[in-house]
């Protein structure tokens, strides 16, 4: 049997995930007076995409860019932090916001101004004014955690959430797993309010090295627990019918495209857009892989690729600019590699790739307070679906769900708990994982589950009804076996189990969503619908799940103003 806690975990806010929006959230909430808890499967000093440091923030400071805040929201709706699936409104919120988590940043530590003075850079159209502030983020994840420390937050790390408890339409609870010792150990939750920060579906389809399954430009422990828990306490999901694809190296999988400072070129050193004319510059870089992140894949696919980052026409300066800006971006394993391997980017240009869906920016639809459509359950940070900011997004839609749960937490009490049915239901799944003695490992259903989502809900190539008639069923069998078979010999292995089905949920519904988008729009191809449907234009497709496991699909227009 499962170990369980006798002790249930009370707090005001459960703050699911230590990443940066988690951070935020505990910090503005704890300051605010409430009993806050942080639950971080791993440690929140090296956790999330932002684990390893950023070196970018997109953000609006009047004194640099002028009062005119409605021409910030368009220029930034032509950068990576926009773009057609971000409500406008909420994308105003963010940039009003920006300048203060900016200051917040700067007392915490972090520094903000590496060159003493704000220097903005990349990420921007010719042309546009530049928002994205360049800074130093390698010691951003250690202030962050003090500041919470500090605030009053209690972290619990090595501890994972498995289940948000609903009781009476509204957040009671949660389930978690204490995976710090070699036994794991069920640990009930009961709370008031709690915020999913749980960042990317990182693992969910193959990317380039499918035998090396965490060589990913993101963090490999974040693969969607957020959207399959929110999609599992009946919350509202927005956007993840539409896949989205990211770039950077091709096999040697890193982020951070935008710290590059080159051009993307054909093999013989000629762009293959308009956007960067003559000598690459620290300042504009090349928005390409920004406005067309599929680019190294379709150039594939037309007979003129494969594509490459050029930067043969740097300087020495500039050279040894880029290599502390990856140390601040968190990527400097990349020159490491390069210095090894006698590599020099004056000399040899990089081959880039596209890299498969991780469901970045498509998940929970919050509204201005970041609260969900669940009444106590906020979101934050790249699984949320209707607005992007990424670094920028998480903290400042944690900091504002920290200030609207501490508020929410005053109105409401404690509920019990103990006497949810889906309490049972999780100690007898965890059980049969923990109490097999053999079985499939983790690893068997989680690349078996890569491989039906990119044979039959696929991200990179055209989609059919037939095909997702056929993975859906897949997905079902997979999800039987894994409750069945699936075997763990200690914490790890176990927690590894239950990412795998929270995996599965969430690919459920990718292929429930993509089937009921009967267009092609984006990187949403299909074969047998291959006009696009002029009366979805600016319309979000919204999904949620009734407790007995029914989807629901509906289109919302998209907030223009």
Same mark, same amino acid.
């Given at each position: ?28 909430? /704890? %300051? *605010?007076?409430?009993?806050? $808890?942080?639950? @971080? ?7 999330? =995409?932002? &684990? ?119 957040? /009671? %609870? *949660?389930?978690?797993?204490? $995976?710090?010792? @070699? ?7 009961? =709370?008031? &309010? ?368």
């Amino acid at each position: 049997m499962i170990k369980v806690k006798n002790e249930i975990v009370q707090c005001d806010f459960l703050v699911v995930g230590g990443g940066m929006g988690g951070l935020e959230a505990a910090i503005a909430a /704890a %300051g *605010a007076g409430a009993n806050v $808890v942080i639950a @971080e499967k791993h440690n929140t000093l090296r956790s999330g =995409c932002g &684990a390893n440091g950023n070196d970018h923030f997109v953000c609006y400071i009047p004194e640099r860019h002028g009062d005119d805040i409605e021409l910030a929201v368009r220029e930034v709706g032509n950068t990576l932090d926009g773009g057609p699936w971000v409500d406008v409104d909420m994308t105003r919120v963010l940039l009003r916001h920006t300048k203060e988590v900016v200051e917040r940043w700067e007392s915490y530590g972090i520094n903000m101004r590496p060159t003493g003075k704000y220097v903005f850079e990349g990420h921007s159209l010719p042309g546009q004014q530049l928002y994205h502030l360049k800074f130093d983020g390698k010691k951003q994840k250690s202030c962050l955690t003090k500041a919470a420390k500090d605030a009053g937050a209690h972290i619990m790390n090595h501890l994972l959430i498995n289940e948000i408890l609903v009781k009476d339409g509204r957040v /009671a %609870g *949660a389930i978690g797993v204490d $995976v710090s010792e @070699e036994e794991p150990e069920m640990v009930l939750f009961q =709370c008031k &309010a709690a915020i999913l920060c749980a960042g990317l579906a990182m693992r969910l389809y193959p990317q380039q090295n499918p035998t090396y399954m965490f060589n990913i430009p993101g963090c490999p422990a974040d693969v969607g627990s957020g959207h399959a828990m929110a999609l599992r306490a009946g919350a509202k999901l927005v956007n993840i019918d539409i896949p989205n694809v990211h770039a950077g190296p091709k096999y040697f999988m890193r982020g951070g495209k935008g710290t590059w400072i080159g051009i993307s070129s054909t093999i013989d050193g000629k762009p293959v857009t308009p956007y960067v004319v003559g000598k690459p510059s620290r300042a504009t870089g090349d928005v390409t892989a920004d406005v067309w992140p599929s680019v190294y894949f379709d150039k594939m696919m037309d007979g003129s690729g494969p594509v490459f980052m050029n930067c043969t026409d740097l300087d020495n300066e500039d050279v040894e600019y880029m290599r502390w800006a990856f140390e601040s971006e968190g990527i400097s394993s990349i020159f490491d590699y390069f210095d090894q391997r006698g590599i020099d980017i004056r000399k040899d240009m990089i081959e880039f790739g596209a890299y498969n869906s991780d469901l970045n920016n498509t998940g929970v639809e919050i509204n201005e307070r970041a609260e969900s459509s669940l009444r106590g359950l906020y979101a934050a940070g790249n699984q949320v679906g209707n607005v992007r900011g990424n670094l920028a997004g998480a903290a400042v839609f944690g900091m504002i769900a920290g200030r609207s749960a501490a508020e929410y937490v005053k109105t409401v009490e404690h509920q019990e708990v103990s006497d949810l049915p889906v309490i049972a239901e999780k100690e007898k799944l965890f059980s049969a994982i923990w109490d097999r003695e053999e079985g499939a490992h983790w690893k068997e259903p989680a690349s078996t589950l890569q491989q039906i989502m990119n044979d039959y809900i696929p991200a990179m190539t055209p989609r059919t009804e037939n095909l997702f008639r056929v993975g859906i069923k897949y997905l079902n069998d997979l999800k039987k076996l894994c409750h069945e078979e699936m075997v763990a010999e200690n914490s790890h292995e176990f927690m590894r189990c239950l990412e795998v089905l929270d995996q599965i949920d969430i690919g459920e519904a990718v292929a429930v969503t993509g089937r009921h988008r009967k267009e092609s729009r984006g990187r949403h191809q299909r074969l047998d619908y291959k006009f696009t449907d002029l009366t979805l234009n600016n319309k979000f497709m919204r999904v949620h799940k009734d407790a007995d496991g029914t989807f629901h699909m509906e289109y919302r227009p998209r907030r223009m103003k």
